[in-house]
Each structure stands twice: as structure tokens, then as C-alpha cells.
């Protein structure tokens, strides 16, 4: 069900639209910190050092501890795990151009005049598509982390125009 109807005014036409208006440079700036930190820390995570052993005997008796400390640590790892190929999915669902944007800047690393020649674009025409890129994984992104159920294991990378406003009027 449709809670809400977002109007625009623009110039003398009103615009009605189901969707907040996306503040494009803010969800880029979103998605790059979103790589920057929260990805490489989830992908550290994803492959964190747990090793299954069988347990020892020695014949010994000792006090159990509480909890299964083993078993939610390899749950967190699990979680962690889904968390990544669930970034991946929403990777691969992006336009061509867009992942191979994001790919080539996130996940290579490669410097912008680089990624720019690479796929045969002027600065500004590669830092346009950049945002556009960068748009599409925020709602892809969005669309894959519902599917998993649950809406708190990854933050909106979406920001929103009237939100910037009502952040401003706040501050004041």
C-alpha cells in the first residue's frame, strides 16, 4: 500500500510522484563511503578467521560455558558472508556500464582518469555516469537487502533531497 505522494513544484507545473526526489550527489558520496569503509570491513569479516575443529578429549572434566560462543561466532561469519555475495548481486544487477564503473573504482581501485580512458570517456561525461552508477547500486542494493528479510542489516545508501532541507532547517 502507497503511504505517501511526494509534490514537486517545478516552475508552474506540479509534479506528483511516489518516490522522494534522490539527491544524486549525496547518494554518491553515500556509496563511496560505503566502499571506502563499510565494504572492505565486511569483506574482512566475511573471511575472519574461524577454523572448524573437532573437540578434544583428554578425558579431563571441565565446566561447560555458557553459550555457544563457536556457533554465533560462525553465525556473524555467515551473516557476513550473505552480506557479500549479497553486495555482488547487487553489483552484477547494474547496468554494463554502471558495474563496470563501479567494479573498476570500488573493487579495483583504479584512479579515475584511468577508469575514464578505459571506457572511452571525456572527465566530465565519466564523472556524470559515475553518479549515475552510483545511484543504481544504492537502489539495487536496497532491492537485495530486502529480499534477505531483514531491513537493518545495511543502511540506505540513499539520500534525499527534502531530507537535506529538513537537516539544514534543524541546524539552525
Not at 563496470?100 to 584511468?114: P, Q
Not at 552508477?133 to 531491513?151: H, I, K, V
Request: glycine share 6%; with cysteine.
Amino acid at each position: 500500500m502507497i503511504k505517501h505522494k511526494y509534490y514537486i513544484k517545478t516552475g508552474r507545473v506540479l509534479k506528483v510522484g511516489l518516490l522522494k526526489e534522490l539527491d544524486v550527489d549525496g547518494t554518491t558520496d553515500n556509496v563511496r563511503y560505503f566502499f571506502k569503509d563499510e565494504y572492505a570491513r565486511l569483506c574482512r569479516l566475511a573471511g575472519g578467521g574461524i577454523k572448524l575443529t573437532s573437540p578434544q578429549i583428554d578425558g579431563m572434566p571441565r565446566a561447560s560455558a555458557t553459550g555457544n560462543s563457536m556457533e554465533n561466532q560462525m553465525v556473524k561469519v555467515a551473516n557476513y558472508h550473505l552480506l557479500v555475495e549479497t553486495i555482488a548481486q547487487a553489483l552484477n544487477a547494474c547496468s554494463l556500464r554502471s558495474r563496470r564503473i563501479l567494479i573498476a573504482k570500488f573493487i579495483e581501485n583504479k584512479k579515475d582518469w584511468e577508469i575514464a580512458n578505459q571506457i572511452g570517456y571525456e572527465k566530465t561525461r565519466y564523472y556524470h555516469y559515475l553518479k549515475i552508477a552510483c545511484s543504481e547500486f544504492a537502489d539495487t542494493l536496497e532491492r537485495y537487502t530486502s529480499l534477505l528479510g531483514d531491513a537493518d542489516l545495511l543502511e540506505d545508501l540513499h539520500a534525499y533531497k527534502d531530507e537535506k532541507s529538513e537537516q539544514r532547517v534543524n541546524k539552525q
